[in-house]
């Protein structure tokens, strides 16, 4: 594998259930990086982890529980989420200060 | 603070038009700026960049010109095709702030008629 991937690619959970999603980077960067995109709406930065260590918590939701093991992984933990959280997670890696590399994404529907 | 202003879209051309998506930008420091592009379905990818004033990021046709003096880095190509068609994200990264993330425009629809 190369790159930033990113797993399950789509997602269907009630609003009751527990999911995970798992990002792993090959890319030997030391910050990764949550994302939200919702239709219609720019992009929103969720939380940043910098090796290992969280920097950032852009007022997300506590349903959102992020998870950094390793310079190489990250989780975003979800619980009791809500319809208006379907959109598409991105997850992002860098090598600070320089630019990001994308994930494919996981589409997540919440019904 | 930092932010990204983009023209809004959708920008519809036809094939083998001339395109402009303008961006300008507001910064403390002296930022790198990038491009993106969002195929439907897919994350982001990083088009071009460049990392300081007169600096030229180029890529599969597409270029774009970091200007100091009038806070700008549009984005131009001399003749798209319908497989451009795609979101395209403006960009900054400020490192004199310290922050690691970058901060991003509200894109810009792209859709390219044959």
């Known amino acids: 594998e190369t790159g930033v991937t990113q797993t399950p690619r789509h997602l269907v959970m009630g609003m009751t259930n527990k999911k995970s999603l798992k990002c792993e980077q090959h890319l030997g960067h030391n910050a990764m990086y949550w994302y939200k995109q919702s239709a219609k709406k720019p992009l929103e930065l969720m939380f940043v982890?910098?090796?290992?260590?969280?920097?950032e918590n852009n007022s997300v939701p506590s349903r959102f529980s992020p998870e950094c093991p390793n310079s190489s992984h990250l989780f975003l933990h979800l619980h009791t989420l809500q319809p208006e959280d379907s959109a598409l997670y991105l997850c992002?890696?860098?090598?600070?200060?320089?630019?990001?590399?994308f994930g494919p994404g996981t589409r997540l529907t919440v019904t | 603070g930092n932010s990204v202003t983009q023209m809004e879209g959708p920008v519809t051309l036809s094939e083998e038009a001339f395109l402009t998506i303008n961006c300008t930008y507001t910064a403390t420091g002296y930022p790198s700026l990038f491009w993106y592009v969002q195929y439907p379905g897919e994350g982001l990818q990083l088009l071009l960049k460049?990392?300081?004033?007169?600096d030229k990021g180029s890529n599969k046709g597409f270029e774009a010109t970091y200007r100091k003096e009038t806070t700008s880095f549009h984005l131009e190509k001399g003749s798209v095709q319908v497989s451009d068609s795609a979101v395209y994200f403006c960009?900054?990264?400020?490192?004199?702030?310290?922050?690691?993330?970058?901060?991003f425009g509200s894109g810009t629809r792209l859709q390219v008629q044959p």
């Open positions: 460049a990392t300081k004033a007169d």
């Open positions: 982890y910098n090796f290992k260590e969280q920097t």
């Open positions: 992002a890696s860098s090598q600070v200060p320089y630019e990001q590399y």
């Open positions: 960009a900054l990264s400020d490192k004199d702030t310290g922050r690691r993330a970058l901060t």
